[in-house]
């Protein structure tokens, strides 16, 4: 995923910031907790592009990199039980990390404990959707930017799920006729197999048009005159498709 600009106008992200700035040039260790995808990462990249990098659970190479390196950024430090054989000693060290397993043992070992906020509770949220949204529609090369449907927006997974459904969005609200008619061919490809296949394959048409066509007018009744359908046999449709 392109770089997010995480400052945006979060007070949030901006006093994690703050406080990476003062320590930056002492040799003190700094740890980074937070859930998954939140940008913790990309964060620390673009704070210390110096560094060197380490993967916590990968422990020959750690010690090594203890050994020979000043500065060092250890990332997915939540696979490390017990940290206290650890030497960060004379060294700047910067520990990422998706849970802390032991709170007590971690205030110990480091002289700062940051939290980054889930998505859900950032004070910038629009305007990260916004920056996401910019560079979905650059990598899909759309030129008509879309409205967004909010209440379709998936922040379980963070950034990861945020673009994701911003991406469906994106690409669903682009569609031509003939990209349809495509996606429709590889779906009939890869099942149309079996008997009676028109018939179980037909909700997929019916159900979409008239949950688009109840939404859109908000009236069976125009909805009927709309699709040249008798009110009963409309009725009946919906009854069959489960359409509330």
């Given at each position: ?25 002492l ?9 998954p ?55 700047k ?17 480091f ?30 090369m ?103």
């Open positions: 995923m392109k770089t997010v600009h995480f400052l945006n106008n979060s007070e949030q992200i901006e006093n994690i910031v703050k406080g990476f700035s003062l320590t930056r040039s040799f003190v260790s700094s740890l980074l907790t937070g859930e995808h939140t940008g913790k990462k990309s964060l620390i990249k673009q704070l210390f592009p110096s560094a060197f990098w380490v993967d916590a659970s990968e422990k020959e190479v750690l010690e090594i990199a203890l050994k020979e390196h000043s500065e060092i950024v250890i990332y997915n430090f939540h696979t490390i039980l017990n940290c206290d054989h650890l030497k960060f000693e004379n060294k060290i910067i520990a990422i990390s998706d849970k802390v397993n032991n709170r007590a043992r971690a205030e110990k070992k002289a700062f404990i940051y939290t980054m906020p889930n998505l859900e509770k950032r004070d910038d949220l629009p305007s990260l959707i916004s920056s996401i949204q910019k560079i979905v529609e650059e990598e899909l759309v030129t008509e930017p879309v409205e967004l449907d909010s209440s379709q927006l998936d922040l379980s997974q963070n950034f990861r799920s945020l673009k994701a459904s911003i991406s469906r969005q994106v690409v669903v609200k682009n569609c031509s006729k003939e990209d349809i008619q495509n996606i429709l061919f590889d779906y009939f490809m890869k099942h149309l197999e079996g008997n009676n296949v028109y018939r179980e394959h037909l909700p997929l048409f019916e159900s979409a048009l008239i949950e688009a066509g109840l939404q859109k007018h908000k009236s069976q009744l125009k909805l009927s005159k709309v699709l040249g359908l008798n009110r009963n046999t409309l009725r009946k449709k919906i009854e069959e498709n489960n359409i509330d």
